[in-house]
């Protein structure tokens, strides 16, 4: 392996058409030039246009894999796709946290497949606010912010910002600007618009973006330079066909 480059882990599902998931995030690493790991949470029966069927890991075994990997290797980023429960989230970030603190963490809270097949079912509010507290930064969409946090945009809560989490609210369903990002940090919050390119839609786009952005924190970018050169990774992925399936540029 080469030694200048940095270890980045992603702990997500297994989807065989390579578009979402762990399959795509390994691409997605191997372009960012970081070396990439990753830990099956679930195995899938789908195709860039159906989901079919679900097999999740055990949760041992996944903790297990966690363990090894950081007591070989110093990893310098995390990224989590979907997880069958909160209880499993907890369990995760916190034995990376106790393995490794200075570990950056990406959370894209993949709530629903597009062909809304739930994963995640969030219940105690309270879990998830002391959980997200210890991720660096969360992905979600528009609705799943809403899902995470109701009333976040339909009453205006993010005015508050009554959560401590770093978000990067995902502008694919932005109303008043469509493909603007929001970057909801500390004190500020910042957009990311889009550029010109023509994009189409693509299974798995989260989960490109998401790891594009631990590649680039793994790469000592703070958040915000982290974002926008994911935003500018995504734009080329997104443009790259016009199929639901994309091509990754180095």
């Not at 979402?20 to 195995?43: M, P």
């Not at 050169?229 to 540029?249: F, M, P, R, V």
């Amino acid at each position: 392996m080469s030694e200048d480059r940095p270890f980045v882990l992603t702990i997500a599902g297994l989807d065989p058409s390579g578009g979402a998931g762990i399959l795509a995030d390994i691409k997605t690493f191997e372009q960012h030039k970081v070396n990439g790991f990753a830990i099956s949470t679930a195995n899938t029966i789908q195709t860039e246009n159906q989901f079919y069927e679900i097999q999740w890991t055990d949760l041992s075994f996944v903790i297990g894999s966690i363990e090894t990997l950081f007591l070989n290797y110093k990893i310098s980023a995390v990224k989590i796709g979907i997880l069958s429960s909160l209880y499993d989230l907890s369990r995760i970030v916190s034995t990376i946290k106790l393995l490794s603190p200075s570990t950056k963490i990406v959370w894209d809270p993949v709530l629903k497949s597009t062909t809304k097949f739930e994963f995640l079912n969030i219940k105690d509010y309270l879990d998830l606010n002391k959980i997200i507290s210890k991720i660096d930064l969360i992905t979600p969409n528009y609705h799943e912010i809403e899902m995470l946090f109701p009333g976040f945009i339909s009453k205006e809560y993010w005015r508050k910002k009554e959560t401590s989490a770093h978000i990067l609210l995902k502008g694919g369903h932005n109303k008043t600007a469509l493909g603007t990002d929001l970057l909801f940090l500390k004190n500020e919050i910042l957009e990311l618009p889009p550029s010109d390119k023509k994009c189409f839609e693509k299974h798995g786009s989260g989960c490109v973006l998401s790891s594009a952005i631990a590649s680039n924190l793994a790469l000592n970018q703070n958040n915000l330079e982290a974002c926008k050169n994911a935003k500018n990774y995504i734009e080329n992925y997104l443009s790259s066909t016009s199929t639901l399936i994309g091509y990754h540029y180095v």
